[in-house]
């Protein structure tokens, strides 16, 4: 196949191309670079099979492709509160311009979506058919209501049109190429304990998250594109095993063998108290789950920070 991956210079923009160029398929990699990095797809430039476009899908675009898996909108909390206008125009107007380009040459698309489409959510696990609880005007709602419309987009797409999508809810990912600074609870605590700076947790610290290490992820995500017409989704992947923050960065002084010490501030506004998803749908319909433990996972993405300080 020829793939048409935007976001392809993004953290797993950058990790599906190398999956995908890696069986033997081509690769077009469209990205704006307005949050990917050069330094995540630079080993991927002299593969034949690999070719780069600089395009902002917020505008049109034609090609000549046989899928699309579309990653491009900033995830870091840092970027897309910063340029909210240009987060919520990726996730509605790009996916709109993606699907059309899906719809005339008759092919399957898949959508990264993410786990924020819950909020903060009421129950816990988060099934699929949980409808979420979402601040729709809050300071995350540019990312968090972009990709639930975008999900929309996609099934009108679907129903209106009978165009072949699919719908990855992705929750809490991490790994190398991450980018250190970006604002997300890993590469936080990681870069403070590297830097032997305070560490610092958001309210009590008793709040949850649940991380998926990257390999693992793309191996869920490739399950779900690869999959029959009929699998559509939205399907969670992710990593069920939830940790507290204060358990999360005793784990990464730990590691690091920092001098650190915790240090608590102000919970940000709708920030969630809990994520964990329900798997049931991956586990049974595309016979996936997470086998990367935490200490596993964040010992290859210290390694990988470590070379970025």
Same mark, same amino acid.
């Given at each position: 196949?020829?793939?048409?991956?935007?976001?392809?210079?993004?953290?797993?923009?950058?990790?599906?191309?190398?999956?995908?160029?890696?069986?033997?398929?081509?690769?077009?990699?469209?990205?704006?670079?307005?949050? &990917?990095?050069?330094?995540?797809?630079?080993?991927?430039?002299?593969?034949?099979?690999?070719?780069?476009?600089?395009?902002?899908?917020?505008? !049109?675009?034609?090609?000549?492709?046989?899928?699309?898996?579309?990653?491009?909108?900033?995830?870091?909390?840092?970027?897309?509160?910063?340029?909210?206008?240009?987060?919520?125009?990726?996730?509605?107007?790009?996916?709109?311009?993606?699907?059309?380009?899906?719809?005339?040459?008759?092919?399957?698309?898949?959508?990264?979506?993410?786990?924020?489409?819950y909020g903060d959510p009421a129950i816990s696990?988060?099934?699929?058919?949980?409808?979420?609880?979402?601040?729709?005007?809050?300071?995350?709602?540019?990312?968090?209501?972009?990709?639930?419309?975008?999900?929309?987009?996609?099934?009108?797409?679907?129903?209106?049109?009978?165009?072949?999508?699919?719908?990855?809810?992705?929750?809490?990912?991490?790994?190398?190429?991450?980018?250190?600074?970006?604002?997300?609870?890993?590469?936080?605590?990681?870069?403070?304990?590297?830097?032997?700076?305070?560490?610092?947790?958001?309210?009590? &610290?008793?709040?949850?998250?649940?991380?998926?290490?990257?390999?693992?992820?793309?191996? &869920?995500?490739?399950?779900?594109?690869?999959?029959?017409?009929?699998?559509?989704?939205?399907?969670?992947?992710?990593?069920?095993?939830?940790?507290?923050?204060? &358990?999360?960065?005793?784990?990464?002084?730990?590691?690091?063998?920092?001098?650190?010490?915790?240090?608590?501030?102000?919970?940000?506004?709708?920030?969630?108290?809990?994520?964990?998803?329900?798997?049931?749908?991956?586990?049974?319909?595309?016979?996936?789950? !997470?086998?990367?433990?935490?200490?596993?996972?964040?010992?290859?993405?210290?390694?990988?920070?470590?070379?970025?300080?």
């Amino acid at each position: 196949m020829r793939i048409l991956v935007t976001g392809a210079a993004g953290f797993l923009g950058s990790h599906f191309s190398d999956k995908y160029l890696a069986q033997g398929h081509e690769i077009l990699a469209v990205d704006n670079f307005f949050t &990917g990095n050069r330094k995540n797809i630079r080993h991927l430039m002299d593969n034949a099979n690999f070719e780069m476009l600089r395009h902002d899908i917020t505008q !049109p675009l034609i090609v000549e492709v046989d899928a699309i898996a579309n990653f491009a909108c900033p995830a870091s909390p840092i970027q897309y509160q910063k340029f909210p206008v240009q987060t919520i125009k990726t996730s509605i107007l790009g996916i709109t311009n993606m699907l059309g380009l899906a719809k005339r040459l008759n092919i399957k698309i898949m959508q990264a979506s993410t786990s924020e489409v819950y909020g903060d959510p009421a129950i816990s696990p988060q099934t699929e058919s949980y409808w979420g609880n979402v601040n729709p005007i809050g300071i995350r709602a540019c990312y968090d209501e972009g990709k639930r419309v975008a999900e929309t987009i996609m099934f009108d797409y679907q129903r209106q049109y009978g165009t072949k999508i699919k719908v990855a809810r992705i929750f809490n990912t991490y790994g190398p190429r991450m980018s250190l600074d970006d604002g997300r609870v890993v590469t936080n605590f990681v870069g403070q304990a590297l830097r032997n700076q305070p560490i610092t947790i958001y309210g009590d &610290g008793m709040q949850t998250r649940s991380f998926c290490f990257v390999d693992d992820l793309i191996n &869920g995500l490739s399950a779900l594109f690869d999959s029959s017409d009929d699998v559509t989704g939205p399907i969670n992947i992710g990593n069920p095993r939830e940790f507290t923050m204060v &358990g999360l960065a005793n784990l990464v002084v730990k590691m690091t063998n920092s001098n650190s010490k915790i240090e608590f501030v102000a919970l940000p506004q709708d920030d969630p108290r809990q994520r964990k998803p329900d798997i049931s749908v991956a586990k049974s319909v595309l016979g996936w789950e !997470p086998k990367v433990d935490l200490e596993s996972g964040l010992l290859k993405t210290i390694e990988y920070l470590q070379t970025q300080i």
